[in-house]
């Protein structure tokens, strides 16, 4: 039934879902209470109405499993990238064993000149948990990259729901007229945090505005 759910689940994304995806499915689902967050300081947090508008952080350097893909959706990028990952969180890696889950799963998204819609190619990258940190297990995916992240400083704001290159577009511009004028962020890159899996409907994203060096 949960295979049956995320299958259809995919085909929303226009994706099928291999077979072999069962047992990672079944893992992340038995593991899904215990999930370690990505390690992060909160610089300041901005109001509006007694709610947190958006959050200034701080993300130190780590390493990171990355996927690049570039598909003629966003959603199918992102589906095939995140199905890489979990297999190789589940068992495709040198130590043959579940690595464990963390969360979130960030997505490097970049805009055109024009600024009106997204390059094809996106970034999935899953932080690797703290006690393989110093001594990565290495990936049997030749797609999949370890890569140390530099430090980030990010301007995060949270949405629901189901992330298209139009709900993304959208969240980007009502985040632009809540900082107003401002030239202290990247204005054609930005990251698109994953706090929940694909198979949940009202799931927990965030928007983040990536701070300039």
């Known amino acids: 039934r949960l295979f049956a759910h995320w299958e259809a689940v995919a085909s929303t994304h226009r994706v099928s879902l291999p077979p072999d995806m069962a047992g990672p499915i079944a893992q992340m689902a038995r593991h899904r209470q215990a999930r370690e967050p990505v390690p992060y300081v909160s610089l300041s947090q901005h109001g509006k109405c007694e709610e947190a508008a958006y959050e200034e952080r701080r993300y130190p350097a780590g390493k990171w499993a990355c996927v690049t893909m570039g598909e003629p959706m966003y959603e199918q990028s992102i589906s095939i990238s995140f199905m890489k990952l979990m297999r190789y969180i589940c068992k495709e890696n040198s130590v043959g064993c579940y690595l464990g889950m963390t969360v979130p799963v960030l997505n490097e998204i970049h805009l055109t000149k024009e600024g009106t819609e997204l390059e094809r190619e996106v970034v999935t990258a899953y932080y690797l948990p703290g006690e393989f940190q110093q001594n990565p297990p290495v990936p049997m995916d030749p797609e999949i990259h370890i ?67």
Do not use: K
């Open 147 to 213: 890569t140390e992240r530099a430090p980030l400083r990010v301007i995060t704001r949270v949405f629901y729901g189901m992330t298209t290159e139009e709900t993304i577009l959208q969240e980007i511009s009502l985040f632009w007229e809540l900082l107003g004028p401002t030239d202290t962020v990247l204005r054609e890159t930005f990251i698109v945090a994953s706090y929940e899996n694909p198979s949940i409907p009202q799931r927990r994203n965030e928007i983040w505005f990536i701070c300039q060096a």
